[in-house]
């Protein structure tokens, strides 16, 4: 047990304690410097949001100074400081109120308001976020509490990511989008209490002096403040952990459907839509040539339904834009049946068509199993051919891939020209045109 002790001991390499409180108040006033860096951060995370640059959202939370007020609370908490707690919260809250204001009004004014990952990352927290929190909050308090402050630092203002939420939250404001305000601003608290917390929970470890006696009634007070904070936080993000799994769990259990049922057995899917937020959810599918019929369709919503993650969902496969090809095709096959004496014009207009049709099948599974080995960034991928009318009786044939990513980031110009290249070598063609699926 001494040995464990020894390794978790945290009084090694411990500053002053008095240097240590000194610094902690110092940091708690936005002032001078303070104020200056923190209207800074303002403005670089709002911009860095706007534009969707991940590298200006983490330097705006390298420079923010809102951590500040956040361990002064959690050190006031710790020893019992009520007026240092009350200076902390006062602090905190007007920082709160800047940020909201200021990136409010820079929203209000950009011509460029629409959603961006950097900002839909920060609209949807869950328990992570708090394990998250906490985590770095002891980090964060340790090295404050350390001589050599060393590299940690830096690591925690990232990982507790405070600007972002709150610019966010001014995002939500100014564009009257409330669910992204409720959201971010969650996000912002929960940070911000757990980071108190973790505080508090280091300060006792450390078993910093209280600043005066309190009585065991106080203590208790202090501890119940805490314990329903802590309720409070975890239960809403409790339950948005759950959903989110829930919603990871239906999409992975859709593609696998969508594989087993249509691409495996060399059906061309041109059109998918998921609706997991409706009542009931959706799946939504078109193909390129197959038709389904009533009793199909029947059997396949009844496969959905016998499976965990995808109960309940209706499965509506679009089919008006293939009804005319269809019936296209059966006139076309019966009439070459017929006529197979007669050339033709418009014979031979008939065999390309019957050409067009039968290059529409390709083994999809087997190009995509390929194509990921040589473009990683590649989820799904379909492959068909088609005949273009370009003027009187002249036909080009074009083949077309329609390919789909798992990140808004597409592929770069280098790849998709070396995709072109290895499609027209692999399928013998000279006129591959690439699309990407949005």
């Not at 929190?133 to 990511?161: D, M, Y």
């Not at 975890?234 to 049922?261: C, H, M, W």
Request: with cysteine.
């Amino acid at each position: 047990m001494r040995r464990i002790a020894a390794i978790l001991n945290l009084h090694e390499g411990e500053d002053n304690r008095e240097k240590i409180l000194e610094n902690v108040k110092k940091n708690i006033e936005f002032k001078g410097a303070n104020l200056w860096v923190l209207a800074c951060a303002i403005i670089i995370a709002s911009v860095g949001l706007n534009v969707n640059s991940t590298a200006v959202v983490i330097g705006a939370m390298l420079i923010s100074p809102l951590m500040g007020p956040i361990v002064g609370a959690g050190f006031a908490l710790g020893v019992y400081d009520f007026n240092l707690l009350k200076r902390s919260l006062k602090n905190l809250l007007n920082a709160t109120a800047v940020g909201l204001i200021f990136s409010t009004i820079y929203f209000l004014i950009t011509p460029f308001k629409d959603v961006q990952s950097e900002l839909l990352a920060r609209t949807a927290p869950t328990i992570y976020d708090i394990i998250i929190a906490f985590s770095g909050g002891l980090v964060g308090v340790i090295a404050v509490t350390r001589v050599e402050k060393g590299n940690p630092i830096p690591g925690v203002a990232i990982a507790t990511a405070l600007m972002p939420p709150l610019c966010t939250a001014g995002y939500g404001i100014a564009t009257f989008q409330w669910s992204y305000f409720l959201g971010a601003f969650y996000l912002y608290c929960i940070n911000c209490v757990f980071i108190g917390i973790a505080t508090f929970a280091i300060i006792k470890y450390l078993k910093y002096a209280p600043k005066k006696q309190v009585d065991e009634r106080q203590q208790k007070r202090v501890k119940l403040i805490i314990s329903m904070l802590t309720f409070a936080m975890l239960l809403p993000a409790s339950y948005l952990a759950y959903s989110l799994y829930r919603e990871q769990q239906f999409k992975k259990t859709v593609g696998n459907f969508i594989d087993n049922e249509f691409t495996d057995r060399g059906y061309t899917v041109v059109y998918q839509k998921t609706s997991f937020n409706t009542a009931p959810k959706k799946l939504e599918l078109a193909f390129l040539t197959k038709r389904f019929e009533k009793n199909e369709i029947s059997q396949l919503q009844e496969r959905m339904d016998n499976n965990e993650y995808l109960k309940g969902t209706r499965l509506i496969i679009r089919q008006d834009s293939t009804d005319r090809f269809n019936a296209l095709k059966g006139d076309i096959l019966k009439q070459i049946k017929s006529t197979e004496n007669e050339v033709s014009q418009k014979d031979l207009r008939i065999v390309q068509l019957e050409k067009q049709i039968a290059a529409n099948t390709f083994d999809n599974k087997k190009f995509l199993k390929e194509a990921k080995s040589l473009f990683p960034k590649i989820k799904s991928f379909s492959v068909s051919h088609h005949d273009l009318a370009t003027g009187k009786d002249s036909i080009v044939g074009v083949t077309a891939v329609l390919y789909e990513t798992p990140t808004p980031e597409d592929l770069s110009d280098e790849e998709k020209k070396r995709l072109k290249s290895w499609l027209n070598e692999r399928l013998s063609v000279s006129n591959v045109e690439i699309f990407r699926k949005k």
